[in-house]
């Protein structure tokens, strides 16, 4: 019923900046928290930043400074903004939208993940 597709990976050098996209879609009420996480191989997924349906926003340690999580409730869509990037930024970033979404006449809450996209830092 509900759908989370992110975009913007890639590779880039150290010091430089990527800004990854994420939108929900489908049968979507109300879209609550979004968030961005990230997982290294082998590592648990952490988070990276995470912004509430009331625009709070609170972000890991080693991305404060660096990093602004921003939405369009209009869109049901949340951005990465990603700037003097470190190699050790390197890794998978995971969009996380926690939605209510209607099935029949009904509405049920749920969290989804999208599918995630390569953030790759040469140092």
């Known amino acids: 019923q509900v759908q989370v597709v992110e975009s913007g990976g890639g590779l880039v050098q150290a010091g430089g900046s990527l800004r990854l996209s994420c939108a929900a879609s489908g049968s979507i009420y109300r879209v609550n928290a979004m968030g961005w996480y990230r997982q290294a191989p082998g590592k648990q997924r952490e988070l990276v930043a995470r912004?509430?349906?009331?625009?709070?926003?609170n972000y890991a340690e080693s991305v404060k400074g660096r990093f602004t999580i921003s939405r369009d409730n209009s869109k049901n869509t949340v951005w990465l903004q990603m700037n003097r990037l470190k190699p050790e930024d390197t890794d998978v970033y995971y969009c996380?939208?926690?939605?209510?979404?209607?099935?029949?006449?009904?509405?049920?809450?749920?969290?989804?993940w999208g599918q995630g996209t390569q953030v790759a830092v040469a140092s």
């Open positions: 912004v509430s349906s009331s625009d709070g926003t």
């Open positions: 996380n939208a926690y939605v209510t979404y209607w099935s029949g006449t009904t509405t049920y809450t749920d969290t989804y």
